[in-house]
Every structure is written in C-alpha cells, then in structure tokens.
C-alpha cells in the first residue's frame, strides 16, 4: 500500500468558479444534497493532496485571513495543478473568499492564498448549518 | 399534454431559444435541446423550495403573513432607511429592472446589480476602451479561431461552444466536432494507459507522484484548415480539454501574458523565455495563428475580470482586440453569466446613463464603481437596508459582505427558497420568469429576447413586476402621509 506522507499545512493560491455539477446541484435548489455534494468540496493535485498526508475524498481545512470552512477534497478531474486548490462556487468557497475589491467592486474570488490541512473527523455543514453558523439567524 | 416549442432557457447569458418543452398537467414534464444544467431546472428545480406566501421575521422566524402586511413591512423599511440599496436584478426580465431604477430615484437609493460581482470591470473597462465586438449568429457562420480566456462554457454555458462557437456548422465555417471526437478518443485511451500506469505505481511507489508538465507546445492541429479552439485558463477544465490547444497561465499572471502576446503581434521582440508560465516561442505561434485567421473571437469570464488587474485585464484584452483588427479581423465578447445580466446593464443604463453601481442620494445618478458598488457599500456600512431582486448574494457573497448586509433589515423577492431567501426578513413569493411568466432578456451578446411562459404559477403566487409595483405604491403613499400604518417620518 502506498505510504501517505507526513500532514502538514500547506499554502496553496485558490481559484473559486463554477463545474457543471455545482451548476446542475444549484438549479436542483440550494437545499439539495447535490449542491451539497459538489459545492462542500476542494479539489487538489495529488502532490499537494500526499504533502498534506490526505488521500482522495478526505476532509480537509481551508482557511484564508476571511475565514475558514471545512470541505471534501478531490483531486482535479484532468491536468497539472500543483499549487492550487479549487472550490466551486457557492456558500462554502465564500466562507473564505474576501472582500477586497481594489476600489473596483470585484470581491476576492480568484488566485488569494489559502492553508490547506488535514481535518480528519470535523464535520462538513450542511447548507443550513453553515448559514446559521456565519450568519446567526434562523433559518426555515 | 402540450409541447412548448423554441421556448427560451432562463439560466445563463446564452438563451438557448430551441427548447422545447412538455407539458403535462401543468408541469413540465420533459425538456429537448437543453443543457444538464437548464434540464436540472426546467424538468426538476423549479418545483422545489418554493415560496408559496409572503414571509415576515418576527422573534427571529419567519412566519407567513399577508401579502398587504408584507408590502406595507417592506416599504416602511425602504423609507424608513437612510440608504437603502436594491441589488440583484439578474433574474429579473429588463420590464422589472427598469421599475428598478423608479424605485432607487423615489428612495434615493444605491442600485447595483450583480455585475459588479462578474463583468462590472467589463463594464468599466468598455468605458475606457470601447468594445469591438459581434453576435453570437456572426460567430457562429463566420469565427474561425475561437479563444476562450479565464473562462469554462463547458460548466458555465454548457450549450455556448455547440451553439455558437467552435462545433456548430457556420454558413462560412465548416463544424470543428469532428476533430473535437478524434481528439476525445486519443485522450481516453491515454487516460487508461495513465491510469494502469497509476495502478501499477500505487503497489509500489512510495514516493509521492512527480510535478508533471504544465504548457505543452502547440500541436500540429494548429495549422489544419478550419475551426481552432484555444483556451487560457490557469486550470484545465473540461473545455480546455477539447480545446485544440490549452495554455495554462499561472495564477493572476493573465495581465502579463496578454501584454507579451501584444507584444508579439505589434512584432515586438521579447527578451524572456517564457511568460507567466508560458514559453514565449510557443507564444509566437499562438500569435501566427492570431494574425493569420481570418475573423477570431475572444470570450472572457472571470478568470478574467476577478483575477488581479480586474478591469485593467479587460482593457488590455479590448487593446489586444483593436491591435489584431489592424491585421485581421478581430472580436471580443464577455461570457455573461445569469440570463438577464445584460438587460440588467441595458436597462439602467437606458434610465440613468450607467449599467451598475448608480447611486440616487443626490437626487440624480451617479456611477463611482467602488464606491457605490454593493460589496464596497457594505464594507464601508453606508446602507442601512437592503432589497434583494432576482438574485441570491448569500449564495455567491463572500461572508464578510453577506455578515454586512444580515446585520440590517433584508427584503426578498424571490421563487425559491435559496441562501439568501434563508436570511430574509421579509420574503416574497413569485413567479419565474420564463417559466410562469413572460418578458424581455438580453443575451450576452446583447440581443433582446422575447421569455415565453410555459406553465401556470402556484395559485396566489404573483409576478416581481406586481410586487415592485404594489412596495413601489406604499413607499409614495408612506411619503404623501396617506398611509393607514403609523410609521416614523423619515429621516
């Protein structure tokens, strides 16, 4: 079996935007388990996945200076990423996206530093959750 | 049972306008033509979360309440704001947007829309720069080097590069499917023998896997006859996979790159080997083939407008385009994402002179992008209540806005109960517009489109339109004193 390597915060430039699937689990509705299953989650090279010391599918930290949430790592579906982390759009890439605009109206949504770790057994929210976590109001 | 034929998709800036659609029992029950993202929700979504009664927030829930009591709740909170901001609009058709702009003149208000998260640098940079640009149907017969940059249509606009770029088959254009499929096939034998290869090294390599090349060289099929798709994106995405060639910039480097590729095409020298990850002597035949097509077009997106030099990016891109338009001809478009971005832009500008980040305080328009743009009013907390249209910035906001704008009063007018209707303190139902109602869209490429209704409303549910009209109504009569409510006299 192949050894996984030492965990260990890593730095990592993020990309947030849109793949099908979120696109497909949005229109399903906000509340649905596929927006659930393709918005909660982080897609990494496998380079940066082994120097982490994670394997495909674990749950991972992803903290920026505007905050930090947890989420599902995959690794990216084709290509050469190393140094990059990628999460959809929606709640859970904003819980770390800033607003930073650059007097230009445009939040941080791309290319911002990132740390990726380990976080074997922390809960992924829900939808819900992560609302009445960030924003502490009820909701229906 | 009925079939709805080339009804509209009111999802992304393509408007598809072939769908057809069947209905059964007031519900549709099948869609033809449509993306996986439009079938997602035209056959399924929209049936969901709906919002069947106004809502009110009272000990911290929201409870339904009356569509007078709601209206009157609402508009005694716009007039009773100092700034209130009415943002959104996307989702809305150009018929809403524009009793928008009514709206923001009676409160004084800021009226932004969701531009200023997408293509406001867009917008700015068009200010700077103009836009030498064409329709989508002209791309369509006429492009014959397509280059998607900082964009992703395959996830974003699954039907645009189909429709109306590299694999539909122009009067002029011959479709670049064909090429596209051998291409596809190669790779997946490639992914087998990779992944066997993977298999192997999983028993036996305890190492972890090596960096692996990023920029290849340009392939020969650069110089076929016919249809090239090129994409620039710092991540290989699905459309950079079937494009003919991918170049993958380095993060925020886009600036740089397209400076060099200016560079090159005004036959300028380079002293560097590579840019932004980018060897410059692929770069000088990426240029070749620039130079040599007969009608290119660009297609950017956020990769763009969101990485580092926002507006400046796009300026450079518009610069880029006049440079090649004194060799060839040349084209730029920016993908626009919700269907009605455009006529949201179209609209306010028609009525106040500016697509986005308009501001009412004085009495008159002004535009001032970071000032008045909604992220950077809420940062600064300049509004004190906020009404949100056709759009769900709870879902696409970075948290410490979207912490902002929770933290005063927030009225909704949405279908469904998304994020932001999640958050509300007063929640309106409606219809969707597209779906249960009619109106104007503008495609991305700024052609007007007629939305056609396919199916009835839930019962009671009305349209945006009725519901700005009827809040629009009560904040003139709150004004004129001739409410029955007992409110505080503004300011």
Redesign the interface.
Known sequence: ???I?MGQKTQL?L?T????D???????????QEYYDTAAVCFLD??DM??IGIKNGATVQVTSK??SVTVKAKH???????G?A?IP???WA??????D???????????FPVEVEAAAGKPILT??EL?KE??G???? | MTVVKSAVCPICGCLCDDLELTVKDNKIVKMKNGCAVCEAKMVHGYKEDRILKPMIRKDGKLVEVSMDEAVKKAAQILTNAKYPLLFGWECCTSEVQSIGVEMAEELGAALDNVCSICHGPSMMAMQEAGVPTATLGQIRHRADLIIYWGSNPWASHPRHVERYTAFPEGRFEESGWKSYLQKMQAEASKKKMNALVRRKDLDVDTAPPKTCKVVDAPPQILQKEGRKLIVIDPIKTMTAEAADYFIQVEPNRDYELMEAIRCLVNDQELDVETVAGVPVEYLREVVELMVGCNFGAIYYGLGLTASAGRFRNIELAIKLVADLNRKTKFVITPMRGHFNITGANVAFAWATGYPFAIDFSQGYPQFNPGEFTTIDLLKNGDNDATLVIGSDPGAHFPKPSMKKMTQHPLIVINPDMNCTSKLSDVLFPTQWCGLESEGTAYRMDGVPIRLRKAVEPPPGVPSDEEILRLILAEVRAIKAGTTTLPIKKRG
């Open positions: 079996m192949k050894m390597g430039t990309i935007g849109r793949t099908i979120q696109g497909v689990g949005k229109e399903l509705g906000k509340s649905s496998p380079v082994t120097k505007f905050g990216f579906q084709r290509g050469c990423h190393v990059l990628f759009c929606g709640l904003n819980a770390v996206c800033g607003d605009t650059y007097s230009m109206g445009m939040p941080l949504f791309k290319g939808l819900d609302l960030e924003y109001k009820e909701v229906p």
